[in-house]
């Protein structure tokens, strides 16, 4: 079975300094990783996803997110975050072998100081 | 880009009651429709997988009576809470499957059910 960890309930970080919002994953054959992000009362956004390729993912509002296979992770990053960034993330995965069943972790809330 | 429309956005009902939640793709057609329920400060849990013309498949521990889902047409999916408990109160969210990878899974904007 596949599942998704996010570690961190919350991080809080200043305007303007680097975010990182950690993931790791377990999936039986190769992952398909997803982003999503989530503003207060709406739906999921897709932020960007990793499928094969280079390890290091380009997405959205300036945020890429690192494939590392031998720690099983897939980070999300901003060099230099904004107030807007303030919302709740969501990293998912989806093995081939479970359809297109994403499968989510359970969110970071993420606070961006002035 | 690609829209779900779900409806209502916020739904008040009385403890028996059943409630309908709408969820449309505007500019495409879904074949596979998601239904999932967020908890406060929780994640997403996926209830339910709606395919057009055939039954919902339902994840482990979901009750398919209570919630009842119709996907009847490729762009109309519904999920209806069926004599609702305040149990039931939560923020279900519907996301349309347009395509073979997943970010052209689109996500509606959710409603909150809130039962007395």
């Known amino acids: 079975a596949q599942s998704v960890a996010q570690p961190e309930d919350q991080v809080n970080v200043a305007e303007g300094n680097p975010l990182t919002v950690k993931c790791t994953y377990s999936?039986?054959?190769?992952?398909?990783l997803f982003w999503y992000v989530q503003y207060p009362n709406r739906g999921l956004q897709f932020l960007l996803k990793y499928i094969t390729g280079d390890n290091l993912v380009k997405g959205s509002y300036g945020f890429e997110a690192e494939f590392n296979k031998s720690q099983t992770s897939f980070h999300l990053k901003k060099p230099s975050a904004l107030v807007s960034d303030s919302a709740l993330y969501f990293c998912a995965v989806r093995d081939m072998a479970a359809g297109n069943k994403l499968t989510f972790g359970g969110g970071t809330r993420v606070l961006v100081k002035p | 880009g690609a829209v779900v429309s779900q409806h209502p956005s916020r739904v008040i009902c009385k403890s028996g009651t059943s409630v309908k939640i709408e969820c449309r793709s505007l500019?495409?057609?879904?074949?596979?429709m998601f239904w999932y329920r967020q908890f406060p400060k929780q994640s997403l849990m996926l209830m339910a997988t709606?395919?057009?013309?055939?039954?919902?498949?339902?994840e482990q521990g979901v009750e398919k009576d209570k919630f009842l889902i119709n996907h009847a047409s490729l762009t109309l999916s519904t999920l209806t809470v069926t004599s609702a408990h305040p149990e039931d109160s939560s923020f279900y969210i519907c996301?349309?499957?347009?395509?073979?990878?997943?970010?052209?899974?689109?996500f509606g904007s959710g409603t909150q059910l809130s039962v007395l």
């Open positions: 500019d495409f057609q879904a074949t596979t």
């Open positions: 999936v039986s054959g190769n992952p398909y």
């Open positions: 709606s395919n057009e013309g055939s039954k919902a498949t339902y």
């Open positions: 996301s349309a499957f347009r395509g073979f990878e997943s970010e052209k899974l689109f």
